[in-house]
Structure formats: C-alpha cells, structure tokens
C-alpha cells in the first residue's frame, strides 16, 4: 500500500487491528526486538518512519533483550545526520519535546507551528520555525505524545519518508490514531519490561489526611500551617508525613512530596 491509498482509507479500520496490537506487544524483554520490528512492518506499509523516545528524561537510548539500538538497527536512523538521540541537549532543547511535557494528545507540526490540537495556553508561545529551518532532516512531523506512570514522558513521531513534505494534515486526519494506538501499546509495554527497579513500593495506598498534608505542603505550606488550615496539631501533620513517607519509602519529606505527586495523588497543583 503506498502513502496515497493510505490516506483515502483510515487504518483503523483494518481487520487485522487486534492482531495488530498484540504483535506491537511487549510483555518481556525478549520480546522486544520482534515487537519494534512489527512496528516499523506497519510505518513501512504506510510509506512513514518512526522515531522513539521512551524516556525524554533520560539520555539512554531505546534497546531490545541484546542491547541492540532499537533505533538505528531496527527504525533505520543510520546516518550521521539522522542519529538525533546522540544530542545532548535534545530533550532540553527541541519545541516537539517541550509540547509533549504539557500535551498528550497528538498533533503535527512544521515551521509554521503545530495543529491537530485543541486550545492549549501552555503551547502558544512555542516557536517551530529555528528546529526545522536549521536543525530537522524533516521539514514536518507527526508527535505522539506518551504520558506513563511515575511521571514519564515518552515523546515519539512520525515522518514520510519524503524529508521536504511540510504539510501532514491528511496524514494526520487518518493515520495519527493509529499509530498513536500501536506507538502506545509498544512503549507501555517496553518501559514496564526494561525498568530494573520499582520507582514505589507495591499497592502503596495513601490515608485521606495523608494525601491533605501532602497536598498542602505541595503549595509551600509549613507543618504549622498545614495543622492550622485542616484543625490538626503540629505533631499529628508531622506523623501523617511520617507515615506517607514509609508508604512511599522516601528518605525525606521532599521525596515524598515527589512520589506522591508521581501516583497523582497531589493533581495540578497551583
């Protein structure tokens, strides 16, 4: 199927979907070289490529059971100018990351900004023209945003394999939820086999007033204010902080804080 028939008929609809899925399924590290090269199957039957990023925290790069890179390898970013994760300051530096912190849901974007996406304050000042004018080997791109427990954010996108194509709109329109479907299936599924280590402890469930104090000290309050604002002393505050840093196995009151906030017990705070 060539990109043109692909954008007539939307493949979501293909009967092959759940089969689909379960190919794009990680359940163990073993099974992650078969699963990446299902995925890059199905961008290839679309004419599109892949890029992924399971972590944008982190600087170590996507690998299956061997250590072999995911990207490079598998993906096919194999030039010199195509290995983007070799950049040090990417994560820090490129607009698409920087959307997928405050945007889950997909959009695309070229140097005339981003669309595909519902009115977002926290987007509106972020300027794509210097990364694709000066920086991209795409002048467009389709972004995925993954957002998954303990606060990681995975950031991945989409490109034709036509690096001067500005405009994705149709693509976008039939093709985004597709991907962004098997994309969230394979990274969900690669970050729980490749973490080596719990971020929390099992089934850790936080008391009402545990979650109160945690909440307001989230906000700047002190111990003393905290009692004040809920009607509790000073000491019992300080024993609910206690408590919810055993839970969480923190080391201190800002760590507990942290994890906390990781398992969505504080929300947005303002």
Avoid at 93 to 100: E, G, I, K, L, N
Wanted: proline fraction near 3%; charge should be negative; aromatic fraction near 10%.
């Amino acid at each position: 199927m060539n990109s043109l028939t692909a954008i007539e008929t939307c493949p979501l609809h293909r009967n092959d979907l759940s089969d689909l899925l379960s190919s794009v399924t990680v359940n163990d590290v073993s099974e992650i070289h078969d699963a990446a090269l299902s995925l890059k199957s199905v961008a290839d039957e679309y004419g599109l490529r892949i890029a992924l990023c399971d972590d944008i925290s982190s600087r170590e790069p996507m690998v299956d059971a061997d250590g072999t890179l995911l990207h490079q390898e598998i993906f096919g970013w194999v030039t010199k100018k195509d290995k983007w994760w070799e950049e040090k300051y990417l994560a820090l530096t490129s607009p698409m990351v920087r959307a997928c912190r405050y945007e889950s849901q997909p959009f695309w974007c070229n140097a005339d900004g981003m669309y595909g996406l519902p009115q977002n304050e926290y987007l509106e000042e972020i300027d794509f023209r210097d990364h694709f004018l000066e920086f991209a080997q795409h002048q467009s791109a389709i972004v995925l945003p993954v957002h998954l427990p303990f606060g990681q954010i995975s950031a991945n996108s989409i490109h034709t394999v036509d690096p001067s194509q500005e405009d994705m709109s149709d693509l976008f329109a039939t093709h985004a939820m597709f991907f962004d479907l098997l994309i969230r299936r394979f990274v969900g599924g690669y970050v729980s086999a490749i973490r080596k280590k719990r971020c929390i402890p099992d089934n850790c469930v936080l008391s009402k007033r545990e979650v109160e104090c945690l909440r307001w000290a989230a906000l700047g309050k002190t111990d003393k204010e905290i009692g004040m604002i809920i009607s509790l002393s000073h000491a019992t505050v300080r024993y609910h902080f206690q408590r919810a840093g055993e839970k969480l196995n923190s080391v201190n009151r800002t760590q507990t804080i942290f994890k906390a906030g990781q398992l969505g017990y504080l929300g947005a705070n303002n």
